[in-house]
């Protein structure tokens, strides 16, 4: 899809979703959900084509359809949500095409409503909870409020992926383990994200402080400097940013690292799920020295190892 630079330029805590709906149908009242996915992740929106049904796989996974010799699933989101849609077809069905750490899956939509321009700090993190402290089956991410104060719901599609077990997640790394002395901080919304890139570092030999976005990212980076003080640059080797989290980007927390002259010298690497040329442009720009699709331990590994001797060398 087309995305503005203006708009998404570096430094202004904004992104652009897709304001989607999902309709759900009780008795005789039809009712809508509004829900929202980052640009960055959508590849296009098609009309709902003829799909080729496959057996043994999740009920919400409608077919496969070939778009331009790419195989692609199809998942209905109200299926996967567990919401009973209307009855007969809905007229305005689209196909949401959407890239996650480089797999394509469509996504069936009751209505492509239009593109928002939205500040991450106006989405709130979602609280919604089975009870037990976990996310329950609305998989929703971020929650913010549009015109007349309704709520848009920001979903977590890539967790379909997951249900789907197309993630192809290695963890193991061939060879001795290069072993490093001093602290990493990590910032990333997903509890599951952080443990498994705390994970990957500690067998590094480092230690991990944790971040859940950039505004708790910077009052951690403070933390440290009040720590360490005049031997903070020794201390603080690296930062590890996802890039979609709420209150405040990974791109705007870079930005505004890259402005502290405490902390300018600290190399950011990005790890994030969005897989696009423009998102890695985007990081280059807030300063980052590289930009990591989640998650492959190996190439992991080796862009710390090289930024790492790159920071030695200079």
């Known amino acids: 899809m087309q995305t503005n630079d203006e708009t998404l330029r570096v430094g202004t805590n904004e992104m652009e979703l897709v304001d989607f709906r999902i ?68 007229k305005k069905t689209r196909v949401i095409i959407a890239e996650f750490n480089n797999i394509l899956i469509g996504f069936i939509v009751h209505e492509a409503k239009r593109i928002r321009r939205i500040s991450w700090s106006d989405i709130e993190p979602a609280t919604y909870t089975d009870g037990s402290g976990n996310m329950d089956k609305s998989k929703v991410t971020g929650v913010t409020r549009i015109e007349d104060d309704t709520v848009l719901l920001i979903l977590d599609l890539e967790s379909v992926v997951e249900d789907l077990g197309l993630l192809s997640i290695t963890h193991e790394v061939e060879g001795e383990i290069k072993q490093y002395e001093g602290t990493v901080l990590v910032l990333d919304d997903s509890l599951t994200a952080r443990k498994t890139v705390c994970r990957a570092l500690e067998e590094m030999g480092f230690k991990v402080v944790e971040a859940i976005n950039g505004e708790d990212g910077l009052e951690k980076m403070e933390e440290l400097y009040d720590l360490y003080e005049d031997s903070f640059k020794e201390n603080v080797r690296l930062i590890i940013s996802d890039v979609e989290m709420p209150k405040m980007d990974g791109f705007h927390f870079a930005a505004k690292v890259k402005e502290d002259k405490r902390y300018e010298n600290i190399p950011i690497i990005f790890n994030s799920s969005i897989s696009d040329e423009f998102s890695e442009h985007r990081g280059q720009d807030a300063g980052g020295e590289s930009y990591l699709v989640k998650f492959d331990a190996p190439s992991f590994h080796r862009e710390i190892n090289r930024v790492l001797n790159k920071e030695a060398e200079e």
């Not at 929106?45 to 057996?55: F, G, H, K, S, V």
């Open 23 to 90: 309709q759900k149908q009780e008795g005789d009242r039809i009712y809508e959900g509004i829900y929202g996915v980052n640009v960055a992740k959508v590849r296009e929106i098609i009309r709902l084509p003829q799909l080729t049904e496959l057996p043994g796989v999740p009920d919400f996974v409608e077919g496969i359809f070939d778009l331009r010799g790419v195989v692609i699933p199809v998942v209905s989101l109200s299926k996967w949500m567990g919401v009973k849609p209307p009855d007969g077809i809905v």
